[in-house]
Nanobody
């Protein structure tokens, strides 16, 4: 059974940093594409960033580009979302998601839509105060 567990959320002042982690069990993250999404109250779940199966490709939404990075530790089967220069508009519940290995056909393919992902974590709240 695939399980994803996020942690690292919290309350931070604008300009601060947080690092979210997503630990996986039941699959190996180096065999799948993985994404981060966020959802603010009353809004749709939006793409934040993604890392390809190979780990060689990452991409980010324009709203976070230059401030957020994604990294993966294959030995720990964990992915991190490093968030810097946080803004109040970054406030949301953040989710990690993975695309099933059988569907991850491209080594460096990036997936942007929530529908492209098969397994989701429970989410972690990030609140940025002004």
């Amino acid at each position: 059974q695939v399980q994803l567990g996020e942690s690292g959320g919290g309350l931070v002042q604008a300009g601060g940093s947080l690092r979210l982690s997503c630990a996986a069990s039941g699959l190996t993250l180096s065999t799948v594409a993985m994404g981060w999404f966020r959802q603010a109250p009353g809004k749709e779940r939006d793409f934040v960033g993604s890392i390809s199966r190979s780990g060689a490709s990452t991409t980010f939404a324009d709203s976070v580009k230059g401030r957020f990075t994604v990294s993966r530790d294959n030995a720990k089967n964990t992915v991190w979302l490093q968030m810097s220069s946080l803004k109040p508009e970054d406030t949301a519940v953040y989710y990690c998601a993975v695309r099933a290995p059988i569907r991850t056909t491209g080594t460096n393919t990036i997936y942007y839509s929530p529908k492209s992902y098969d397994y989701w974590g429970q989410g972690t709240q990030v609140t940025v105060s002004s």
